[in-house]
Nanobody
Framework: QVQLVESGGGLVQPGGSLRLSCAASGSISSINSMDWYRQAPGNQRELVAR???????NYADSVKGRFTISRDSAKNTVYLQMNSLKPEDTAIYYC???????????????WGQGTQVTVSS
């Protein structure tokens, strides 16, 4: 079955940077979307960055200009470069993918287990 594995989280000081990675593996036929979400304690999970489609990416207003999403199709991997980090960015970051497997007829959503990002001095 399909598995999404995030990595790159950790503790960083305000103003610092982190680069998150999410690799999808399994019997994948095609990937429609690979995106990043985050969830802080007590809050709903929110979209952070929607992966580029034909070169176009979407970002939450709170991260626009600071975060950059990119994708390596050959590796089925999506990245999130996070610069100028703020304490408000502290959350668990989740990778999301909508994809087809070789034995499915429709796109199916998959979620990673999440990686913790903590921004604190």
């Amino acid at each position: 079955q399909v598995q999404l594995v995030e990595s790159g989280g950790g503790l960083v000081q305000p103003g610092g940077s982190l680069r998150l990675s999410c690799a999808a593996s399994g019997s994948i036929s095609s990937i429609n979307s690979m995106d990043w979400y985050r969830q802080a304690p007590g809050n709903q999970r929110e979209l952070v960055a929607r992966g580029p489609s034909r070169g176009v990416a979407n970002y939450a207003d709170s991260v626009k200009g600071r975060f950059t999403i990119s994708r390596d199709s050959a590796k089925n991997t999506v990245y999130l470069q996070m610069n100028s980090l703020k304490p408000e960015d502290t959350a668990i970051y989740y990778c999301y993918a909508s994809l087809l497997t070789y034995d499915s007829r429709g796109y199916t959503p998959y979620w990673g287990q999440g990686t913790q990002v903590t921004v604190s001095s």
